[in-house]
């Protein structure tokens, strides 16, 4: 592993997995080196996947096959900023369709657990608008959604 920083992530035994689906799901993603056990463990026996080094969208991680004693939450999440509907659209259906969940504000989780933030970037501009009411308005609207809808945020934005 290349990077002196890296994001760990626990699994119950399928980091491999989990590694796979995010590197055919987004861009500058990638699986590295598997790691398999030199011998058994409390979570797992010799030659089983102990580690994956992979990266998503350029971040290093590591998948550890912990064991299933620790669930993720929300406390941990990562966050895609994304260009347009298209974009916005295709990761929220790969994530939620692929054994996911949705939750709300843009937030889904995959089918490990782990939690997503689809954001797209006309959201953020939205929210950070220099006309405080027109900023209220793209917020009071975002929260009424599960996957974000760009066009009812730039609508909520344009009224007077």
Excluded at 69 to 75: I, L, N, Q, T
Excluded at 103 to 115: E, F, H, I, R, T
Excluded at 119 to 143: N, Q, V
């Amino acid at each position: 592993m290349t990077s002196k920083n890296t994001v760990c992530i626990w699994y119950n035994g399928d980091a491999l997995d989990a590694a796979n689906f995010y590197a055919e799901t987004f861009p500058d993603s990638a699986v590295g080196t598997v790691y398999r056990a030199p011998m058994d463990y409390p979570a797992g026996k010799e030659g089983d996947v102990l580690t994956v080094e992979f990266t998503v969208m350029g971040v290093a991680c590591l998948g550890l096959n912990g064991g299933g004693g620790v669930k993720h939450s929300e406390a941990f999440s990562f966050q895609v900023a994304t260009d347009d509907q298209e974009e916005t659209d295709r990761l929220w259906h790969a994530i939620v369709e692929n054994g996911g969940q949705e939750n709300v504000c843009g937030w889904c989780q995959d089918k490990w657990g782990l939690s997503w933030q689809i954001t797209p970037r006309a959201l953020s501009a939205a929210i950070a608008h220099p006309d405080p009411a027109a900023a209220k308005r793209a917020f009071a609207a975002m929260m009424q959604m599960t996957k974000i809808d760009i066009a009812k945020i730039e609508a909520a934005l344009a009224k007077l």
